[in-house]
């Protein structure tokens, strides 16, 4: 068969990235040019500021993995974008370059759904690794269990009845002053503390989650305790959140009695969540499967690898295609 070679575009919230992917799963490129020291002083990403940095760097994104994969336009058959869920000025810039570059160089063109990137990218991971089985996404934005059934078949367990299970990583470490993003900087400092501040784990019977609780609680513990120990309040939260994620994914696995388990998004970087769900994997004889940080975290080669699948699922979309911001699961 011939090789199918696709570059895609992601930009739906503060990295411009842009990645070349041979068969969906071989990655030739993978280039990130992230804003993060930009919204860095404003505690948080600004939308419109996002949208200009996209403006000012896509062109020279694309150069770059053209250059990374000793490629030209000419070896590229397929142009995919992420065009939803995300921040809506910052995914028009990479949906209408891709779409311009389709249009241009006459090659089909694929629109992506970002949440279903982060589940692809553990087919970027593991070659071998083939649906059926549970992925929990955990990202900035976004707290899904998902069976994933086939490659174009999503079912959603459970979800976030509030805040995405990043929004409150980020939230908790802006009230203990650490900063922006509160992800990789409360993983550091949960190492150093102690699970002592009593944050109550929020269960529901279903596969459900809930993150605001937690946030207020943390809050709360703060103003309370004025000489808070940060590190302690870091892992105490942590241990919280992650205890929750790794309890609805043993729910399901053990209730769709299925022997493969994935991590994917922003979070499922996080050091503590890793190991426990490993150890959870490793006490249930279940299969563990987890990008690489750099795969988990917002890349555009898991979109070159949902944008392969769809195009030989003959999925491909027209120039007519929008930015969707609140863009669900089972679309794109
Ligand atoms: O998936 P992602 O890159 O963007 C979205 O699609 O939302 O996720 C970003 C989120 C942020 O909330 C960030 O704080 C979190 O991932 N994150 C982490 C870690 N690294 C990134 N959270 C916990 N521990 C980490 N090591
Ligand atoms: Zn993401």
Do not use: W
Request: aromatic share 10%; with cysteine.
């Amino acid at each position: 068969m011939k090789d199918i070679v696709c570059l895609a575009i992601e930009s739906s919230c503060d990295e411009t990235a842009v990645a070349i992917v041979r068969n969906g799963r071989e990655v030739l490129a993978n280039v990130v040019f992230t804003q993060i020291d930009i919204h860095k002083k404003f505690g948080g990403v600004v939308p419109e500021i996002a949208s200009r940095h996209h403006v000012e760097s896509i062109n020279l994104v694309i150069k770059e993995a053209l250059e990374e994969a000793h490629m030209t336009f000419d070896d590229i058959d397929v142009i995919g974008a992420t065009y939803g869920p995300g921040l809506i000025g910052a995914l028009l810039v990479g949906l209408s370059a891709a779409k311009g570059l389709a249009y241009a160089l006459n090659k089909p063109f694929v629109g992506v759904n970002h949440i279903k990137g982060h589940i692809f990218a553990n087919f970027i991971q593991y070659k071998e690794l083939e649906p059926p089985f549970i992925c929990m996404v955990v990202s900035g934005g976004h707290t899904y269990l998902v069976r994933v059934n086939s490659y174009d078949d999503f079912e959603i367990l459970g979800k976030t009845m509030d805040d995405a299970i990043g929004e409150a990583f980020d939230k908790v470490a802006r009230v203990v002053g650490l900063g922006y993003p509160g992800g990789p900087l409360i993983d550091k400092a949960a190492k150093l503390g102690t699970d002592n501040c009593g944050f109550k784990r929020v269960c529901f019977d279903n596969y459900d989650f809930s993150f605001s609780g937690i946030k207020t609680a943390v809050i709360n513990y703060v103003s309370k305790n004025p000489e808070y120990n940060v590190n302690d309040v870091c892992r105490s939260f942590e241990e919280a959140v992650t205890d929750v994620v790794v309890k609805n994914s043993e729910k399901a696995i053990k209730e769709y009695n299925l022997d493969k388990i994935a991590l994917a998004g922003g979070v499922a970087a996080n050091s503590m969540l890793r190991e426990k769900m490993q150890n959870m994997c490793a006490k249930n004889g279940v299969s563990f499967y987890c990008p690489d940080i750099k795969l988990c975290t917002d890349n555009a080669a898991m979109i070159a690898c949902a944008t392969y699948y769809n195009y030989i699922l003959g999925k491909t979309s027209d120039f007519y295609l929008n930015a969707v911001a609140n863009l669900p699961l089972r679309e794109g």
